[in-house]
Structures are given as C-alpha cells and as structure tokens.
C-alpha cells in the first residue's frame, strides 16, 4: 500500500502528540557552545522521551509492546535484519560523531531504518532508512559504531 503525503502528515501530528521535541540538558548546550563557539538551547528526543511516548500511544492503541536497544554493537545487525523482515522498522539514533551516507553525513539525528541487503562476504550490508521525508541509504559495517538502535516487539 502507498503512504500518501498526507497520510504521512496525519501521522506525524498523531506522534507529535505522544513524542514532542523539548529543551535538552543544559549539559548538550555547553558542548556545543565549545564545538561552535556559540551558545544555544539545544531540542530534539532523548532516547527515554522516545520509547515512553511510543509505548504509551501503542497501549493506547491496544498494542502490548516492549522496546529493546542496542548500541555500537556489529551483531545489530541480525536484529535489524530480523526486524525488518517481519515488517517491523528499525529506529536508530546516531549521536556524536557524523556518519556517511547517500543523503550526505548525519549526526545527533534519528532515522528509521526500512530495509536491509547483506553480503557479508564483500562487507556490503547496505541499509536504507528514511528521514524527514526523504530516503537514503548507508554502508553497516562503516556505520553501526556510531549508532544505537531500538527494536520494538510487539506481543
């Protein structure tokens, strides 16, 4: 089935309900005052803030779910693997460093990965993800040790 634009749009103002952006710790604005040399009151979701929101709107919604995570963790990638394949998505949470991919480098972003190809013979697990609407790829073996993902199970 095709996900219509503003389908995609009710749906992002139904989480925005249970998942909302707010001011991060100061401790977040003082590094980047020393990254940038400027000051500002950083927001975004903190990984907490994430996975309460989603479980509670799930509940809501009759679904009996648990969130898992893993971070900078190689063998992540038979979770996601096995995640996607049973059409479940992948949330994953790049923090600090910067990673490659084909939209260009992310960093202190999450993305949702939807699809995954491994070929652990070349090394060339490739994942694709999307992000604010548009969808990409990136290299896992290049890429997990910057990541944390987080796999809900739904019972």
Same mark, same amino acid.
């Given at each position: 089935?095709? !996900? ?12 925005? /309900? ?5 001011? !991060? ?5 003082? =590094?980047? *005052?020393?990254?940038?040399? /400027? ?11 994430f996975?309460?929101?989603?479980? *509670?709107? !799930?509940?809501e919604?009759?679904f009996? #779910?648990?969130i ?7 063998d #992540? &990638?038979?979770?996601?693997? %096995?995640?996607? %394949? ?7 949470? &790049? !923090?600090?460093?910067s =990673? %490659? ?22 090394? *060339?697990? &490739? ?11 990136? %290299? ?10 987080y796999?809900?199970?739904i019972?």
């Amino acid at each position: 089935d095709d !996900l219509t634009h503003d389908d995609y749009l009710e749906c992002v103002k139904t989480m925005y /309900q249970y998942i909302t952006p707010t001011s !991060l710790p100061p401790f977040v604005s003082v =590094f980047a *005052e020393s990254l940038i040399g /400027q000051y500002y009151t950083a927001i975004g979701i903190v990984p907490s803030q994430f996975s309460e929101g989603l479980l *509670e709107f !799930l509940a809501e919604h009759n679904f009996s #779910a648990s969130i898992e995570s893993m971070s900078e963790t190689y063998d #992540a &990638i038979y979770s996601i693997t %096995n995640s996607i %394949n049973n059409d479940i998505p992948v949330y994953a949470l &790049i !923090l600090g460093e910067s =990673f %490659n991919s084909s939209l260009g480098g992310i960093k202190d972003h999450w993305i949702v990965i939807t699809e995954v190809h491994l070929d652990n013979v070349a090394k *060339e697990n &490739i994942c694709y993800f999307s992000s604010w609407g548009n969808k990409g790829y990136f %290299n896992y073996d290049d890429s997990y040790s910057v990541m944390s993902f987080y796999f809900l199970n739904i019972k």
